[in-house]
């Protein structure tokens, strides 16, 4: 008799085994069907929207964070619903709260279309991890040669403007010397913004660059050491005094405007 019932159990235990390899081999092709209509723009609208709901309805963040985030990597010609599906996704993953953030973050370093995944890590984070999740997508290498790269700098660079960055000023020295001029002019405009005394003697070099390229760059240092009544530190490179029209230098180093 006691045979008899461990044998029970033991075939028991063996079908629930192959139950449970059933179902895990049916969700996996459920997640891959499913994860292949969200990354397809072509894909047809109900279907897509379906596959939206299924990672939404998903209780592994692990699964369904990576997959929602797929769909902010590319735009439909239909305005309206490719915002709507984005709002969707990004709901979807705003629901899994801060065990999101590493997929969001992972994301950020890897794409180069940031806009949603950022308005995803806004809503998710607190200042300081946005900022760092930011600060670490930012991509210091040589990348003139890959436009796409450049374009990531140049809206990450805009996105920090709205933030103080203490200690990193000196690392974003980096991109005021970067060949593409919309990535040296958001890169002004976040150092300053910063409250670090470095920044002045880094910018200060623009005020007499005179060049076609820079001359959105001149325009807001000089308005920057006009509000902060910054000194310069090299007032003789300008022997007359004067930098341009009624723009001078005072006698304790500053800029003026001259009437």
């Given at each position: 008799m006691i045979g008899?019932?461990?044998?029970?159990?033991?075939?028991?235990?063996?079908?629930?085994d192959r139950f449970k390899?059933?179902?895990?081999?049916?969700?996996?092709?459920?997640?891959?069907?499913?994860l292949a209509v969200i990354k397809n723009?072509?894909?047809?609208?109900?279907?897509?929207?379906?596959?939206?709901?299924?990672?939404?309805?998903?209780d592994d963040p692990h699964v369904a964070v990576p997959a929602l985030l797929q769909r902010f990597e590319?735009?439909?010609?239909?305005?309206?619903?490719d915002t709507r599906e984005k709002e969707s996704c990004m709901d979807g993953i705003i629901a899994y709260g801060e065990t999101a953030l590493p997929h969001v973050r992972e994301h950020l370093l890897t794409t180069n279309r940031i806009a949603w995944p950022i308005k995803t890590l806004?809503?998710?984070?607190?200042?300081?991890?946005?900022?760092?999740?930011?600060?670490?997508?930012?991509?210091?290498?040589?990348?003139?040669?890959?436009?796409?790269?450049?374009?990531?700098?140049?809206?990450?660079?805009?996105?920090?403007?709205?933030?103080?960055?203490?200690?990193?000023?000196?690392?974003?020295?980096?991109?005021?010397?970067?060949?593409?001029?919309?990535?040296?002019?958001?890169?002004?405009?976040?150092?300053?913004?910063?409250?670090?005394?470095?920044?002045?003697?880094?910018?200060e070099r623009f005020i007499g660059d005179e060049s076609p390229d820079n001359t959105r760059i001149r325009r807001s240092v000089i308005e920057a050491f006009l509000k902060h009544g910054w000194k310069l530190k090299e007032p003789e490179r300008f022997p007359s005094g004067n930098i341009v029209g009624p723009l001078f230098i005072s006698k304790d180093g500053r800029l003026e405007v001259r009437s």
């Open positions: 008899v019932l461990h044998l029970e159990r033991v075939v028991a235990v063996g079908l629930f390899d059933y179902r895990k081999q049916r969700d996996e092709r459920k997640i891959g069907k499913s723009p072509k894909a047809i609208k109900e279907d897509r929207q379906a596959a939206i709901e299924y990672f939404k309805g998903l590319y735009s439909l010609e239909h305005g309206i619903n806004k809503a998710l984070g607190k200042e300081d991890q946005v900022i760092e999740i930011l600060k670490s997508a930012l991509d210091f290498a040589d990348v003139r040669f890959d436009q796409a790269k450049v374009d990531k700098n140049y809206d990450i660079l805009c996105y920090m403007i709205d933030y103080k960055l203490p200690g990193f000023a000196e690392q974003l020295l980096h991109f005021i010397a970067d060949p593409d001029e919309r990535v040296r002019f958001a890169a002004t405009e976040v150092l300053i913004e910063q409250d670090d005394p470095v920044v002045p003697g880094a910018i």
